[in-house]
């Protein structure tokens, strides 16, 4: 399976001021604040709801027991915490997922 070309975050903001009338840098910035406040609301451990998009949340899993094969030891490994990205229903009809 072929994969496609990852877009950046350069790429992005060009293409979205070259079809609003802003400039680079107000959507840089636009960009940059949406970046920081969703990443506060994970942080404050609440989900994100983008209405189109989808649902941002923050995952808590168990830690399991380790073997380590070298020494024979079974150690546990700490819980962590994973974000979990659930698309949206206009998301998948564009995907066609």
Do not use: W
Not at 13 to 24: P, R, W
Not at 40 to 51: D, G, P, R
């Amino acid at each position: 399976m072929k994969r496609g070309k990852k877009m950046i975050k350069r790429e992005f903001v060009k293409q979205c001021a070259a079809s609003t009338n802003l400039s680079q840098k107000q959507v840089s910035d636009v960009l940059n604040y949406f970046i920081t406040t969703i990443a506060k609301q994970l942080y404050k451990k609440e989900s994100v709801n983008l209405f189109g998009l989808g649902k941002l949340k923050v995952k808590h899993f168990k830690g399991k027991p380790h073997y380590n094969f070298i020494t024979g030891e079974i150690s546990q490994k700490e819980d962590y915490k994973k974000i979990q990205f659930e698309p949206g229903i206009d998301l998948k009809k564009l995907l066609m997922i």
